[in-house]
Structures are given as structure tokens and as C-alpha cells.
């Protein structure tokens, strides 16, 4: 796994990453080796928040809820806003970062799983297609807090 970032995580984001041993299991079991999760997310405001990773051995995506930032894959950069997922699929090099002025607030996935690319053709994702402008969406919100949940119970 690449891993999440070391941004210095404020009071009120988390950062969960799933124990080496439910992962065993996750990939093993027949019903979650599918698509399951590796690492999760919320980095309120976050200012200075900034990654680039040449090497990405993980399956991501983040979901910006609030403020703004940018992304760059390859030669094409996406100017990210609320509403905006990033999709990032394993082995894409890439660089993202939340504005100084008007700093992201988002949620972010790492996952795996043997339907990877199902999911992302399922999102729209493609060599040339790294954000998809969902909007505000309260149920997708919802679904992100529940699996950040997960991590803090």
C-alpha cells in the first residue's frame, strides 16, 4: 500500500488504515475480496494538505466537500472543487493539494479488491477522466462519514 499522506492530522479529521490482519482476511473471504477498503479518511480544512506520489500501488479516491484545491495527472491538471471526486487508480502517478486560500475539506479511500477496475469503469473513470463533478451529494457524504465511522468505533 502506498498510504495515506502524514499530513498532520488536526483535533477533528481522522485517519484509520485497516490492521494487516483484516486485511488478510478481507482478501481471502470470497464475499469482500471483491472491493474492500484498505485506509479511510476526513481531513477537515486542510490547509497545506499536499501529495506526490510518483509510485501508487493503491486504488484511491477523495471526495471534496467543501473549499477547493487542485490535481495533476500526467500532463492534464483538474482545478478541484466541492462536489468534485478524484479518482485515482492504482499505478497512476499523481499530485493533488487543497488551496492556501479556500483549503479542502475532504473524505478519501484507499481500497483494493479484485472488481478495482470494475469500479471505476462503474464511475466514469478513465485514462483520461480523473474527476468527475458529482456535486454536493448528501447521500454520497453520508456513506464516507459511515466508513469513517468504522474506523473510530
Known amino acids: 500500500m502506498s498510504g495515506p499522506s502524514d499530513w ?4 477533528d479529521g481522522i485517519r484509520f488504515i485497516v490492521p494487516q490482519y483484516l486485511l488478510d482476511r478481507l482478501q481471502k473471504n470470497v464475499l469482500t475480496q471483491g472491493l474492500y477498503m484498505r485506509a479511510v479518511g476526513y481531513y477537515p480544512k486542510a490547509a497545506g494538505h499536499r501529495v506526490d506520489r510518483v509510485r501508487h500501488a493503491d486504488d484511491l479516491f477523495l471526495y471534496c466537500v467543501g473549499g477547493e484545491g487542485y490535481l495533476k495527472v500526467g500532463d492534464a491538471d483538474y482545478p478541484v472543487v466541492a462536489g468534485d471526486l478524484i479518482m485515482l487508480p492504482q499505478g497512476d502517478a499523481h499530485a493533488y493539494g487543497s488551496s492556501e486560500e479556500r483549503p479542502w475539506t475532504m473524505y478519501w479511500v484507499h481500497f483494493a479488491g479484485t472488481d478495482a477496475t470494475a469500479f471505476w469503469r462503474y464511475l466514469g473513470c478513465t485514462e ?3 474527476v468527475a463533478r458529482l456535486g ?4 454520497l ?3 464516507l462519514e459511515s466508513l469513517v465511522q468504522v474506523g473510530t468505533s
Open 8 to 11: 498532520p492530522l488536526p483535533d
Open 141 to 143: 457524504t453520508a456513506a
Open 128 to 130: 483520461d477522466e480523473h
Open 136 to 139: 454536493t451529494n448528501a447521500r
